[in-house]
């Protein structure tokens, strides 16, 4: 049987990450895009010019755009306040949709975000989860390598998110500043900031390294820059009946990750009752602890094969095979990530612990 060829739209361009994922739908060989939307135009043309995007397929209003696509898929990628609401109108097209993180900007408007979906996939994107060292990370974690987790530690972000465009471009200190006004990663009525912006990152996979459990209590602190109406920089604790786990954010960091690794080194560390994995951004292995070998020693992390190399093949494979999404991009594990975004936030304006509620 001839494999089915799905039609992708990408509508919203305020994330820049936008770029990257059509990048991915151009190169899968059963997807085509068939349509673009923003309302800035000027938001579009990178995109356009480097995938070749007919003039015809790019549009401005996105009802027009879905009713003359008729995509089957549609890539969201909103300021992180409005993705309840993007998801609800897209949603009453019958598409699956697949939204850039974080989850949203509040746990209330996440679950929103799952009504809408109703028989249709939702899935939420995080970048981190199709980096090799962390796919081999939650390999021997779940094969027992290192015996129960009792913590992760993580360390997430960047130069800023300025600093970059898509496919990683980068820009100049001038580009940057000139941007920051005008920019929703700024402002804080549209989610931005470093702890929105990354702190999902470190909740979500480390709720996937410690199986879906969740904390019960969170405390966060965040920094105040001078002039900016939100934080660039987020140390969170959560407390979990098993132990104590880490996530700090931060937009400053000396260099980039993907380039070079800045000191502290952006990525995890896992602990558990019979060893300790380290798993930074980008490498090409992890380190390992074990009681058998407690000399730290890498183990290689080979680059993840399909159908783990990128969220559009991934999505691809579980819609053409009729299986439910696994791991970070669930809504299961992302919408737990979500409760402790949500304590963090609520615990750094209260400046004090906030306990979690039962589950859902």
Same mark, same amino acid.
């Given at each position: 049987m001839k494999?089915?060829? @799905?039609?992708?739209a990408g509508i919203n361009f305020e994330h820049f990450h936008m770029g990257d994922l059509l990048r991915f739908a151009h190169e899968h060989k059963n997807a085509e895009i068939v349509g673009i939307s923003d309302e800035q135009p000027g938001r579009m043309e990178e995109a356009v010019k480097k995938l070749k995007i007919p003039r015809d397929r790019v549009f401005t209003d996105y009802r027009k755009c879905m009713e003359t696509a008729k995509p089957d898929i549609v890539i969201?990628?909103?300021? +992180? &306040? *409005? %993705?309840? =609401? @993007?998801?609800?109108?897209? +949603?009453?097209? #019958?598409? %699956?949709? /697949? $939204?850039? *993180?974080?989850?949203?900007? &509040?746990? !209330? =408007?996440?679950?929103? /975000?799952?009504? +809408?979906?109703?028989?249709?996939?939702?899935?939420?994107?995080?970048?981190?989860?199709?980096i090799a060292s962390h796919r081999k990370a939650f390999e021997l974690v779940a094969t027992g390598q290192i015996g129960e987790v009792l913590n992760v530690w993580h360390t997430g972000g960047n130069r800023g998110p300025l600093w970059h465009g898509a496919d990683k471009d980068e820009k100049t200190a001038e580009q940057v500043a000139k941007e920051k006004p005008h920019s929703w990663f700024y402002k804080k009525s549209a989610g931005g900031g470093s702890l929105l912006d990354y702190l999902g990152y470190g909740t979500t996979? #480390?709720? @996937?390294?410690? #199986?879906?459990?969740?904390?019960?209590?969170?405390? +966060?602190?965040?920094?105040q820059p001078k002039g900016l109406e939100?934080? =660039? %920089?987020s140390i969170v604790v959560a407390r979990y009946r098993h132990g104590l786990s880490k996530f700090e954010t931060r937009w400053g960091t000396f260099t980039d990750p993907w380039t070079i690794q800045p000191q502290p080194k952006c990525g995890f560390i896992i602990h558990g009752t019979e060893g300790t994995i380290s798993s930074y951004d980008y490498d090409k292995y992890v380190t390992v602890q074990t009681r058998k070998q407690p000399k730290p020693h890498k183990v290689a992390a080979p680059a993840p094969k399909a159908p783990n190399q990128n969220p559009v093949q991934y999505l691809i494979h579980c819609l053409d095979k009729g299986q439910p999404l696994h791991g970070p991009v669930s809504i299961r594990i992302s919408r737990i990530g979500q409760e402790i975004v949500d304590a963090a936030v609520k615990s750094a304006k209260l400046k004090k612990a $906030?306990?979690?509620? !039962?589950?859902s």
């Open positions: 494999n089915k060829i @799905w039609r992708i969201l990628c909103p300021a +992180a &306040s *409005k %993705h309840g =609401e @993007w998801t609800v109108r897209i +949603a009453k097209y #019958g598409v %699956h949709i /697949m $939204v850039e *993180k974080p989850f949203a900007g &509040s746990l !209330k =408007e996440a679950d929103l /975000m799952i009504r +809408a979906m109703k028989d249709k996939t939702l899935m939420i994107n995080w970048p981190l989860q199709w996979l #480390g709720t @996937w390294y410690q #199986g879906g459990r969740r904390p019960l209590e969170v405390t +966060a602190i965040v920094d939100v934080d =660039e %920089h $906030v306990k979690l509620g !039962k589950a």
